[in-house]
């Protein structure tokens, strides 16, 4: 069953949430950022060649036009296979564990998967970020020494960092998955 | 039973018939669950039965019906199946087979439950012959997992004798798909803590998703016989694809005993002949250690000694250890012979040994000018003439004898420049440890020249204090380590304060001298610890766990992820596992060789600290100097 939804993020840009009920245990949330602008891109790219045609006229030397073609590419590159982040997917799996995905915009993909067994639970938290105040969803690791301690905060969505009512949607699907995961276990 | 003595007597495939009896009453339910009213998936009246994981290999998907062989883990309420038994097959040699590889690997196997590859509505008559091998293999829960031929649509249940308390509820089956060539050759990073190895029948106990790849590596044993070899059990896993092997590996295996051996018996002759001459003579043993290139073959001795020891490697990180060092020695030598090749060719010895003597001239000519920079009004400061004088006419001196000492030597040099090129076939790490050599060699009287000013600068400094504290009417108390107070003569105070007053106001002609031949001496220090830093990247790098990364990444595993398959309402939810490989700078962080040790061993404080009392550095400790 799928459905899809629209909502911004932090800075007011739109961003799209996809949600995927493949069985009352599994559940699939994917956030989609918007696409690299053509506006920006070309405004970059004036900007080094211009400063690049610049410094030919102060040294009259040819391999700096060369070299700022080859940066633009480069950085260009860079940019989209390490940087820009195109859609982040959150997968939970009653019984299995939470699998974090980011895709960049050159196709490459990050995964992280977290077994069920390390998952204390999953909340939403507030964070001091640069001026604002912001709230962030994020994954409760067990210390494995101290029961009841927390070995590790896993933020999740950090790159398209929707607003509150986006999260809330994504907190109660979890929980009412983790809810089961959490009766199945304490059952013999 | 009737179902024991037809099992006894090799089942076939067409010997159903009605007289067998179905599985446990009361656990049977409908094959293929009715899909959920739309609506209803988020209602409250969710099943709350277990969910039972069935991790499946791929490579079985496409076996013909049998039973399922493989492991239950209980903590986890999951299904490791491992392989497929084909019709037909007697119990007792299936039980035989299980208990063999239970010994081998030390992990419990089961007949978990049946496995049913058919045609729509074909043999329908092998449904309840398969629920009836239950009562032969039992085992709690029973999978009963089917696949059509040709819509290859999925089906599963669970069964279990004892029923659950709460009538209506249903244990889910979860099918996670994985390959299991992949699972079996890769290696978990950081690797799961395994008990040990006499814990009498105790199965590994390795947490969570590790316990799969866990069951797979030690189930080694079940995956030798085959579906089409001539045993008493057809087994179908991944080897039914064709057996895997290759000769130049197994080659490479046998020759390498008997080529270990020799290597070993070689090296060990070698550092035998190394340590016996070393201890004996004392110039040669202080030369030895100030030699990089000494430290640098020395550490390559013991590498190689690693990889040709003729002990099997203990654990797979031994094993990835021994394969980079003998990469990374394999490239240094390969990289090492083009600098030769390039070196030997159109005669760029004797261009280099031509360039030598004029270069060395030319700084020694650059030194001079500075001398005579300082001994005049250097940066508009007024130095004291007369040490100013002295001073640099004693560095004039030094210089030019120096010089005098180049110039002897310089008929010498090519020969000698073309003997220390051939080392470079040792290695390039060797080739450049040589160089930094070189340049340490041709720079000693820099070196010289900032022992000199350092320690004159120290004694000034040391002097200057002890007359400070005689100023202020204090001494240093060696016995209690600290400053007392102390009346002196007054002839002692008029001395010490003449004395102070002089070394105060030569104190900025020494201090520049020191200042600019400790810059010098830096300059040449950074030069050589670039040199170092290439070559310790060299000795460092693990190649062939980087190689292997790049292109098998299967083989090293960060963790493993999991992709969603198409999924039709009513049908089990099938996923596909697969292995998570390791970032490349994990791989670096984890196989790193262990470098030659000659780390820079102050921090950037003592560094100053030492710089401004003129306390000589030395930035290089061999491991085992001892500390000045």
Request: include cysteine.
């Amino acid at each position: 069953m799928e459905d899809e939804q629209s909502f911004s993020d932090i800075c007011g840009g739109r961003l799209a949430l996809q949600r995927r009920y493949y069985s009352p245990s599994c559940r699939e949330f994917c956030l989609s950022c918007p696409r690299l602008s053509l506006r920006s891109l070309t405004a970059v790219t004036c900007t080094v060649w211009l400063a690049a045609y610049g410094l030919f006229t102060l040294c009259e030397n040819s391999m700096i036009l060369s070299a700022a073609i080859f940066i633009t590419l480069l950085g260009l590159l860079g940019y989209l296979h390490f940087v820009k982040i195109d859609q982040e997917t959150l997968l939970i799996i009653d019984s299995l564990g939470i699998q974090m995905t980011s895709s960049y915009a050159s196709g490459k993909e990050s995964t992280t998967f977290i077994e069920m067994g390390k998952v204390k639970d999953v909340v939403i938290n507030e964070a001091i970020y640069m001026q604002k105040v912001i709230y962030y969803l994020c994954i409760l690791l067990k210390d494995p020494v101290e029961p009841h301690g927390i070995s590790q905060v896993v933020p999740v969505f950090q790159s398209t960092k929707p607003r509150l009512d986006c999260l809330i949607e994504v907190y109660r699907s979890c929980q009412e998955i983790l809810a089961h995961q959490k009766a199945a276990s304490a059952s013999p | 039973m009737g179902l024991g003595s037809r099992g006894a007597a090799a089942a076939g495939l067409g010997a159903a018939s009605a007289a067998v009896r179905p599985g446990p009453p009361d656990a049977v339910r409908h094959p293929v669950p009715t899909p959920p009213p739309k609506g209803a998936a988020r209602a409250s009246s969710r099943p709350h039965g277990m969910v039972v994981k069935a991790f499946f290999p791929t490579c079985c998907a496409s076996a013909d019906s049998g039973l399922l062989v493989g492991r239950w883990v209980p903590e986890q309420s999951s299904a490791v199946v491992l392989a497929v038994v084909h019709f037909p097959f007697i119990p007792i040699q299936v039980k035989e087979l299980l208990a063999q590889v239970h010994q081998a690997g030390r992990v419990g196997l089961a007949v978990l439950g049946t496995w049913c590859h058919r045609r729509q509505e074909a043999e329908e008559r092998l449904g309840p012959f398969l629920e009836g091998l239950g009562a032969i293999f039992s085992h709690e829960p029973w999978l009963q997992l089917c696949r059509e031929r040709t819509s290859g649509l999925w089906s599963c249940k669970a069964t279990r004798q004892q029923g659950p308390t709460r009538p209506g509820v249903k244990d889910q089956v979860m099918l996670v798909f994985y390959d299991q060539r992949q699972v079996l050759l890769s290696q978990l990073h950081p690797p799961a803590a395994l008990p040990d190895r006499q814990a009498g029948d105790a199965t590994a106990s390795a947490e969570g998703l590790a316990a799969v790849f866990d069951t797979v590596a030690r189930s080694e044993a079940l995956f030798r016989s085959d579906c089409f070899d001539e045993g008493p059990v057809r087994l179908s896993h991944w080897q039914s694809e064709g057996v895997e092997a290759s000769i130049l590996a197994e080659l490479a295996k046998r020759a390498s005993g008997p080529v270990c051996l020799l290597l070993a018996c070689l090296l060990s002759l070698i550092s035998a002949a190394r340590t016996c001459r070393v201890f004996k003579l004392r110039p040669l043993s202080f030369i030895w250690s100030k030699l990089s290139v000494c430290g640098q073959l020395g550490h390559r001795l013991e590498q190689l000694a690693l990889v040709f020891s003729t002990q099997k490697a203990e654990s797979p990180a031994q094993l990835m250890r021994k394969a980079n060092v003998l990469v990374s020695v394999l490239l240094d030598v390969a990289l090492g012979l083009a600098l030769l090749s390039w070196l030997h060719g159109k005669d760029r010895i004797g261009q280099l040994a031509e360039a030598l003597v004029p270069v060395a001239d030319h700084v020694a000519e650059a030194l001079q000018h500075l001398l005579q920079w300082l001994m005049g009004a250097p940066a508009g400061l007024k130095m004291n003439r007369a040490l100013d004088q002295v001073l640099g006419r004693f560095f004039l001196y030094h210089l030019h004898l120096w010089i005098s000492y180049v110039h002897l030597l310089s008929p010498f040099i090519e020969h000698i420049l073309w003997h220390v090129g051939l080392s470079a076939c040792l290695g390039l790490t060797v080739a450049l440890s040589t160089l930094s050599d070189i340049i340490a060699l041709l720079t000693f009287h820099i070196y010289c020249f900032y022992v000199y000013g350092a320690r004159l600068y120290c004694l000034k400094i040391c002097g200057l204090s002890s007359l400070w504290r005689l100023f202020r009417g204090k001494k240093w108390n060696v016995l209690r380590q600290r400053v007392d107070s102390c009346s002196y003569d007054l002839d002692q105070l008029f001395i010490g304060t003449l004395l102070f007053t002089v070394l105060l106001f030569l104190l900025p002609t020494t201090a520049l001298y020191y200042l600019v031949f400790t810059l010098l001496r830096l300059l040449v220090v950074a030069v050589q610890g670039l040199i170092h830093l290439l070559v310790d990247l060299v000795n460092s790098l693990p190649l062939y766990s980087l190689g292997l990364r790049l292109c098998r990444p299967y083989r090293l595993a960060a963790g493993v992820k999991f992709r969603v398959l198409e999924h039709e309402a009513g049908r089990p939810l099938r996923l596909l596992m697969q292995i998570n490989p390791l970032p490349y700078g994990r791989v670096v962080h984890a196989y790193r060789l262990p470098s030659c040790g000659c780390h820079p061993t102050h921090s950037w404080g003592s560094l100053c600290r030492k710089l401004f009392f003129g306390e000589l550095i030395y930035p290089w400790r061999q491991r085992g100097d001892k500390q000045d």
